[in-house]
């Protein structure tokens, strides 16, 4: 194998919300690798990792302490989010009556205008309840903008994908929506709030009984942080607490950690040195829910993909909950996040203990050709992603345990008649030369491998200097393999909004039980983009 690795540097989360160190570990050894992939540099220390947190208050007339008292105290609870996130954190500021007001959308480095937003407020108003609670939350989970509702200001920040993503709801009424009025279309509205949130933002609701405690108030504030694993707490019927009990609730940071492998010999440490990382041993392709060991999916019909979720993993404990997304695309390399891959289907709270569980979702209408890419995510409110996703697949599923991308092609070869597949090619990156490289693992294939590059893409090879290892043309647009253990053809142009299907041909010369292929795209440095490992057997 020609693969390299690269040193993994990962930083370990402090034991103490106080203390921000940065412990830098041991390199993980080297190994073989298709090529080497920059990783991206680790959040800051700190208990909770990477923050995202609204306010969504209630500052009508009878809130009057709760506000005093959150005014007394928002520079500590500000502090307190800056230590938990260890420096790397987002501030919103909504707040409520009848209406809805976005004094600060969501974003970094906003901390003095959240502080002087606090400041501002002034209790009063609101009618004597209820309050448009569900409404206030509905734009902050949903991020809408004013227009079309009595709502002042957009809320158009970015939840970030490797935050712990929170919502601290101080109130003391009924969620009423806009219309003044408390029915039971508004106690279904609250609990669709809490749906929509769940598995992504946890809703902490912090109730202040101002009125006494209300039943129905309460179970409603209940709803909201068990559906989204946020917590429910509860002031003194003053007010006089509530900055305090805010920093109790910020720290319902606890994080779970599920992987799924991208590689037999993977632990969940992200990023590693592990590879190839796109042949992900936990997620299988089978005919039926039983377990299998693994087939291509069948078109027209439906296939079953079973994906293996790992519990703990080196950055959290506990039984987790979340949603497990699956994705497809075309066969091939470099594709692009979120643009080439197709949602195929949700495993909604998925309960994960210790242990390993394995969860089938149901893949119906496989659409042709049937040779595609799968990419599993693991979302979850306490388990965020450690790095934010960017445009690159293989980036984003080495640096996250949250993610496996499996490109396997099982394909059965007869001596002497070419079996054809597919193999898409694009760019992550500004347009730049990409390299296709072919290597056999396990030994050369008893056979002749041939790839057509099609018109446009042998053009631009010849225009960027021709240059081949291991490799003859053998037609206007048509390629041999002609060194088994490595060859490559360098210099494909390709720009990030383009792709190319090439066609891959699998000749048998002789009877071989088995033989693997991997074909993948490289940058111009040798970093890995992408790649399918061919599973060849003769029939």
């Given at each position: ?131 448009a ?7 902050a ?50 609990h ?22 209300s ?35 910020l ?15 993977d ?52 039984t ?126 008893a ?31 048509a ?24 066609k ?32 060849l057997?003769?029939?």
């Amino acid at each position: 194998m020609f693969h390299r690795s690269v040193p993994a540097r990962r930083r370990a989360l402090v034991a103490a919300a106080s203390a921000l160190v940065a412990a830098v570990l041991p390199a993980i050894p080297a190994a073989a690798a298709p090529a080497v992939v920059p990783v991206a540099q680790p959040p800051a220390a700190g208990p909770c990792g990477p923050l995202d947190v609204t306010f969504v208050i209630d500052d009508t007339g009878s809130m009057g302490g709760a506000i005093a008292n959150i005014k007394a105290g928002i520079n500590t609870i500000i502090g307190d989010v800056s230590t938990l996130s260890g420096g790397d954190f987002k501030l919103g500021l909504v707040t409520f009556k009848d209406d809805v007001k976005v004094l600060n959308d969501l974003a970094a480095g906003n901390q003095a205008a959240v502080t002087a937003g606090v400041n501002g407020l002034v209790a009063g108003g609101g009618g004597g309840g209820p309050e448009a609670s569900d409404e206030a939350l509905n734009t902050a989970v949903n991020n809408l903008p004013a227009a079309g509702r009595p709502q002042t200001g957009n809320f158009s920040g970015v939840w970030r994908s490797n935050a712990t993503k929170m919502i601290i709801l101080v109130t003391d009424a009924l969620p009423g929506g806009f219309d003044d009025t408390h029915t039971a279309v508004d106690v279904a509205n609250a609990h669709t709030r809490a749906l929509q949130a769940q598995n992504n933002i946890k809703i902490n609701s912090v109730y202040v009984p101002t009125g006494g405690v209300s039943a129905p108030v309460v179970t409603i504030m209940q709803d909201y942080a068990t559906t989204t694993g946020g917590v429910y707490t509860q002031t003194a019927a003053n007010g006089s607490n509530t900055a305090t009990t805010i920093q109790q609730s910020l720290r319902n940071c606890r994080r779970t950690d599920v992987f799924v492998r991208d590689h037999a010999a993977d632990t969940g440490v992200e990023p590693h040195g592990l590879n190839p990382i796109w042949t992900s041993p936990d997620i299988t392709v089978c005919p039926s829910p039983a377990p299998c060991a693994g087939t291509n999916p069948v078109v027209g019909g439906t296939s079953y993909i079973h994906v293996k979720l790992n519990n703990p993993g080196p950055n959290g404990a506990g039984t987790a909950t979340g949603d497990l997304k699956l994705y497809y695309t075309a066969q091939g390399g470099a594709a692009i996040w979120p643009t080439h891959w197709t949602h195929i289907n949700t495993a909604t709270n998925v309960t994960v203990p210790a242990g390993t569980t394995n969860v089938v979702i149901p893949w119906n209408g496989v659409p042709g050709p049937g040779h595609f890419c799968l990419l599993a995510r693991w979302v979850s409110a306490t388990d965020p992603m450690t790095f934010a996703e960017g445009p690159n697949t293989l980036t984003n599923t080495r640096n996250n345990n949250n993610i496996a991308w499996r490109n396997v092609d099982t394909v059965r070869v007869k001596p002497g008649t070419p079996t054809t597949r597919p193999f898409t090619l694009a760019n992550p990156n500004p347009r730049a030369l990409t390299n296709l490289v072919f290597t056999a693992p396990e030994g050369p294939f008893a056979g002749k491998v041939t790839i057509d590059l099609g018109r446009e893409l042998a053009a631009r090879w010849k225009q960027s200097g021709g240059k081949a290892e291991g490799i003859r043309q053998v037609g206007e647009t048509a390629f041999e393999i002609v060194d088994g253990k490595r060859a490559v053809l360098a210099g494909l142009a390709i720009d990030p909004k383009e792709r190319f299907e090439t066609k891959i041909d699998f000749t048998a010369t002789a009877d071989q039980a088995r033989a693997v292929v991997w074909v993948n795209q490289t940058d111009e440095k040798g970093e890995d983009l992408g790649g399918v490992e061919f599973r060849l057997t003769t029939e």
